[in-house]
């Protein structure tokens, strides 16, 4: 089955850039989705399709996927940026995948 | 306000049995897909199952197969997921979530952007 491998954890300075990745064998062919989870709370979509912003999604979050890496990229940190996040993708062995997700922590 | 709403989640015993429900509003329930994604104590999320707008399509995760049922009833807006045979490992917040596109075999392809706010299930002696 398909495989899809997060950092356990990426710490950012608020203010600054948070790059969180996603690796899996040829991802870049695959779309790649994003969830932001904040602790007892269900999982927001931040990223669909590699790079799209669903609506209410700032700017600043924004995502790239190519070769064996996608990446979730949030600029200008800020503590409300704290949080979970997930890639998913869908394989052709039918099934839903998802990465096994990032602590994003702003210091 | 496009809603997703889980119910019967509770406390069972090892082999036991529980069914979960989704209810839908806001939204044309019968055009969209519909996926169980679930999240054990302290873990990340794994996902469940898949169900056809039409329910012609269903696939399960291995972890789920042969244990767990998905049906739906589009005229009433709902979707169950039927859970037999439970074990500890079963134990997780459950939660139905849809595409963010009502297109059948492409909605495999989109992220999901509706999620329930999540049901317990709790399987312990």
């Known amino acids: 089955s398909y495989e899809l491998t997060q950092p356990l954890s990426v710490s950012v300075a608020l203010g600054q850039t948070a790059r969180i990745t996603c690796g899996g064998n040829?991802?870049?062919?695959?779309?790649v989705h994003w969830y932001k989870q904040k602790p007892g709370q269900a999982p927001v979509l931040v990223i669909n399709?590699?790079?799209n912003r669903p609506s209410g999604i700032p700017e600043r979050v924004s995502g790239s996927n190519s070769g064996n890496t996608a990446t979730l990229t949030i600029s200008r940190a800020q503590a409300g940026d704290e949080a979970d996040y997930y890639c998913?993708?869908?394989?052709?062995?039918?099934?839903?995948?998802f990465g096994g997700g990032t602590k994003l922590t702003v210091l | 306000e496009v809603q997703l709403v889980e119910s019967g989640g509770g406390l069972v015993q090892p082999g036991g049995s529980l069914r979960l429900s989704c209810t839908a509003s806001?939204?044309?329930?019968?055009?969209?897909?519909i996926n169980w994604v679930r999240q054990a104590p302290g873990k990340g999320l794994e996902w469940v199952s898949y169900?056809?707008?039409?329910?012609?399509?269903?696939y399960y995760a291995d972890s789920v197969k042969g244990r767990f049922t998905t049906s739906r009833d589009n005229a009433k807006n709902s979707l169950n997921l039927q859970m037999n045979s439970l074990r500890d490992e079963d134990t997780a917040v459950y939660y139905c979530?849809?595409?963010?596109?009502?297109?059948?075999?492409?909605?495999?392809?989109?992220?999901?952007?509706?999620w329930g706010q999540g049901t317990t299930v709790t399987v312990s002696s």
């Open positions: 998913q993708v869908w394989d052709s062995s039918i099934e839903v995948v």
């Open positions: 979530a849809r595409p963010g596109i009502a297109a059948p075999g492409a909605d495999y392809y989109y992220g999901m952007d509706v």
């Open positions: 399709r590699d790079t």
């Open positions: 806001g939204f044309t329930f019968s055009s969209y897909s």
């Open positions: 040829k991802i870049g062919r695959k779309n």
């Open positions: 169900i056809s707008s039409s329910s012609s399509t269903i």
